[in-house]
């Protein structure tokens, strides 16, 4: 019987970085992945990319809540809340090896504790990075606290996390899979970038992101 892991996907945020991770796991016949996508998935503004993670073939649990999701406290808890129950029901259901989880967004929290109630190994990775003017550091950290196995993007990050107190043999080095994903994708030619947003190229343009 192969050995299930669960991954839990905070938003369309993550999606990215958990692709390679979910073909490596799937390459290994020992184990059955499982990707849990939290309610917090529901806002199709932030972009869908639920289509990704059907191309890989593997099982998908929705967490999908009634209420509709908004900016405001009340209504991010009650996501929190829904979730973490949520997926309490499923630990116990499936009774995963492990559980994964990725990044600093406020929403894994949510996974930690059923893990931990039920002695679940947890595994994060790209812990001990810092992101400066944001709640990212806390939720980072204190995952990286709360979990057993730490996969992390550099050398920088893998020293932070033991000079966090965490034993060495529990932290890998294992860079950004997901930049190897990149290099095979097909990009638009600028023409073509251009046509596509009815931009004349002959004007000037100024490029600008905002996060």
Request: glycine residues 4%; charged residues 25%.
């Amino acid at each position: 019987m192969k050995k299930k892991i669960i991954l839990y996907s905070s938003s369309r945020a993550d999606i990215d970085r958990y692709i390679p991770i979910l073909k490596k796991i799937s390459q290994e016949k020992i184990f059955q992945p499982i990707i849990f996508l939290s309610s917090f998935h529901k806002r199709s503004q932030f972009g869908n990319y639920l289509y990704e993670i059907k191309k890989l073939k593997i099982k998908i649990i929705q967490s999908t809540f009634k209420k509709k999701l908004n900016d405001t406290y009340v209504s991010k808890i009650e996501h929190y809340c829904f979730d973490m129950k949520n997926l309490n029901k499923i630990l116990i259901k499936n009774k995963p090896s492990f559980l994964i989880l990725l990044g600093d967004r406020f929403e894994i929290v949510s996974a930690v504790m059923p893990a931990i109630l039920q002695n679940i190994p947890i595994i994060h990775f790209y812990g001990g990075s810092i992101t400066e003017g944001a709640i990212d550091d806390k939720i980072r950290h204190a995952i990286t606290k709360l979990s057993n196995i730490h996969f992390v993007a550099n050398k920088k990050y893998l020293k932070r996390i033991i000079h966090l107190g965490e034993e060495s043999w529990r932290t890998k080095l294992v860079g950004l899979d997901y930049l190897n994903e990149l290099k095979n994708q097909k990009f638009l030619s600028k023409k073509n970038f251009f046509r596509k947003l009815n931009i004349s190229t002959s004007e000037k343009t100024l490029f600008a992101t905002f996060h």
